[in-house]
Structure formats: structure tokens, C-alpha cells
């Protein structure tokens, strides 16, 4: 009789279960899986591939302008190529030949972006949107805090992104968030303790796989493991690893942030946290951002030899003669430490 009792109530609590598991839905409406499985293929098409041996980090550029900017991507001019945006910045060819690791960082990027746009003549600005330790570190920011403005800039068609790894930068231009449990595989409004986010980066180096997908976690620990320590992403398998530096403490890996701007529409109240560069004057002239160029460890004597304005307030740039732009191919290899033009 005992056993038979605990056989009903054990039938009544799977019939109650099973009557709960019929009555919530299953399967979600499109719109709630687009949320959670985020690819616009104009980001995948703008990735400029292959590079130059050691082109990494202008050809991530390149690639975020052409999205942002022309009609391969969310614009309405015609797309550049990578030897067009090096021409427009002074650099000669063979192309092939510059070593552009020694000189290209994460504030050279930025800077470019804007020369960039000032040759176009069109608006836009640039920002450090998560960089955990190091100089023009992004004080008060928290991985989840920068992962919810990096998903929703993702959804974005005025946003795009660059990663700055081990040795290489590359774009970020997707996410999934993956239920934990398999039984949500197609559930609706999944809570986000209830998701794993993975990212998908988009690869300019053709010695590597088109698009990458890595956890959030693991970039994580990526921009937070500090020197001498340090995880390469695209090498997780080889686990956390030690530079040769005598430098201890701080990172330069980071995520930076580029966005096309509409001029009407920008004021003080638009600025993202971070470090910021803008495109041309503005009204909000004056308001302090910081002058470091420390990341790309480029003395106050080479910055007039580069002739290159490091002013990171909201004035336009000084005029660029070719001449001067051209010693930019032989100049500053003693500087860039963490980028060795690995590609």
C-alpha cells in the first residue's frame, strides 16, 4: 500500500511537470532567436582579406570604415581598399615591405580613422570601449557593462569594432548567446544568467579561419591578464603564456570602439565612457580628453619627425604634407613592443 501510494504521487508530480512543459512554448517567434544569433553579413563582407604580412591593424581599419562608410557596408560611398586608405594616409609602396607592427597602436588607429575622414570629408568618432588595465584604461568599466554596449553595438549599422589581441588586431562583427540548457534551445526570453555569450570575429589574416568564435570569458581574461602574463586568443590551447619584457603590470589588448556620427546629433550628452578621438571642430571645444600617446611608447622628438598631430581635443587636423608622411614607412621600429607583426 506504501508503495502504491508513492507511485501516485509520484505519476501526479510527472503529470504536472509534463502539462507545465506542454503549456510553455517551445519554439520562439524569429524575432527572438535574430536577439540571441546576431550576424549582419555587410560587417563579414567588409573584412579586408587577405593583409599584408604585418598589415593587421590597417586592414581591421579599413575594414570597419568600409561599414560604416560605403555601400559594402551600412554607407553610401564607394568601398577603399587597403592601399587606397595607406596612399590617403602617406605611405608608399611596396606595401609588402613596411613594417607596420613597430608604429601601429591602438591611438595610431584612432588617429587614422580620423584622417580618414577628413579626406572624405565626413564625420565619425573613435573610443576605447573596454581596456581593463594599462594606460587610458577605461576606469569603472566591468566586463558586463562592456559586453551589453558591444551586443547592442553589434545590432548597430553605426558601430564597428576592433579587437587588439596578441599580436594582431582583428573585428568583432557577431555574437550568439547560447542557452546553457538544451531545453531552451528555442525558448523565448531566456534570462542572461541563463546564456553563454560567444563572439564572432571577423579575420583579415588568411593564415587563420575567416571567422572566429571565442567566449566572452575567455576575452575577458585576455584583456586582463597582465604582463608578463598573457593568453593569445587565437591560441587557447596553449594557455596563459609569459612575454619576454621586463615590463610588469598593465596590458595594451582592448577593445575599441568606431561610430559613424551624424553632426546635428552630436553634443556633450553623446560622448561614450572611454577615450574618445572626433573628427572635426565642434561646439563642445575645450572639454579635456586625454593627450596620451603613451601606448605606442612614440617620444615627444619622433612625434615632430612623424609630423603627426597628437592633440586629441576637437580641432581638425593641421594640414599633412606627403613629404613629410612618406618617413613615416622608416620611422618609430624601436617603439611598439607588443605587436612584433605576427599576422
Excluded at 598593465?250 to 561614450?272: E, K
Excluded at 608622411?325 to 624601436?334: F, K, P, T, V
Aim: net charge positive.
Amino acid at each position: 500500500a506504501g508503495n502504491m501510494k508513492k507511485q501516485a504521487t509520484k505519476k501526479k508530480s510527472l503529470e504536472k511537470k509534463s502539462k507545465q512543459h506542454r503549456e510553455c512554448p517551445q519554439r520562439s517567434a524569429l524575432e527572438d532567436v535574430k536577439e540571441r544569433k546576431v550576424l549582419d553579413l555587410r560587417r563579414w563582407y567588409c573584412i579586408s582579406r587577405p593583409q599584408y604580412k604585418t598589415s593587421c591593424g590597417i586592414s581591421s581599419l579599413v575594414s570597419c570604415w568600409n561599414f560604416l562608410y560605403s555601400t559594402l557596408g551600412a554607407g553610401s560611398l564607394p568601398p577603399i581598399t587597403q592601399e587606397e586608405a595607406l596612399h590617403i594616409l602617406g605611405f608608399q609602396p611596396p606595401f609588402e615591405e613596411i613594417r607596420f607592427g613597430p608604429f601601429t597602436g591602438n591611438t595610431t588607429l584612432m588617429r587614422w580613422f580620423r584622417q580618414i575622414n577628413d579626406h572624405f570629408h565626413i564625420k565619425g568618432c573613435s573610443y576605447v570601449l573596454y581596456k581593463p588595465h594599462g594606460k587610458n584604461k577605461t576606469a569603472g568599466e566591468t566586463a558586463a557593462g562592456a559586453l551589453a554596449k558591444l551586443t547592442r553595438g553589434l545590432k548597430d549599422e553605426s558601430m564597428a569594432y576592433i579587437y587588439h589581441c596578441q599580436n594582431h588586431y582583428f573585428c568583432p562583427i557577431g555574437f550568439e548567446a547560447t542557452p546553457v540548457k538544451a531545453s531552451k534551445a528555442y525558448r523565448a526570453h531566456v534570462l542572461q544568467q541563463e546564456v553563454e555569450y560567444w563572439i564572432l570575429i571577423g579575420e583579415p589574416s588568411r593564415k587563420h579561419p575567416t571567422i572566429h568564435c571565442k567566449r566572452w570569458t575567455d576575452i575577458v581574461t585576455d584583456l586582463n591578464t597582465q604582463n608578463p602574463e598573457y593568453l593569445d586568443i587565437r591560441h587557447l590551447e596553449r594557455g596563459l603564456q609569459h612575454r619576454k619584457t621586463k615590463k610588469v603590470g598593465g596590458n595594451l589588448h582592448c577593445i575599441i570602439a568606431f561610430q559613424r556620427l551624424h553632426w546635428q546629433r552630436f553634443g556633450p550628452w553623446n560622448f561614450p565612457f572611454g577615450n574618445v578621438r572626433q573628427d572635426k571642430q565642434s561646439q563642445t571645444q575645450g572639454q579635456g580628453i586625454s593627450k596620451s600617446e603613451s601606448e605606442d611608447n612614440i617620444s615627444k622628438k619622433q612625434h615632430g619627425r612623424l609630423g603627426r598631430s597628437f592633440s586629441a581635443g576637437f580641432h581638425q587636423e593641421s594640414t599633412w604634407k606627403k613629404s613629410n608622411l612618406r618617413e613615416r614607412r622608416n620611422s618609430g621600429y624601436q617603439s611598439y613592443n607588443d605587436y612584433d607583426g605576427n599576422d
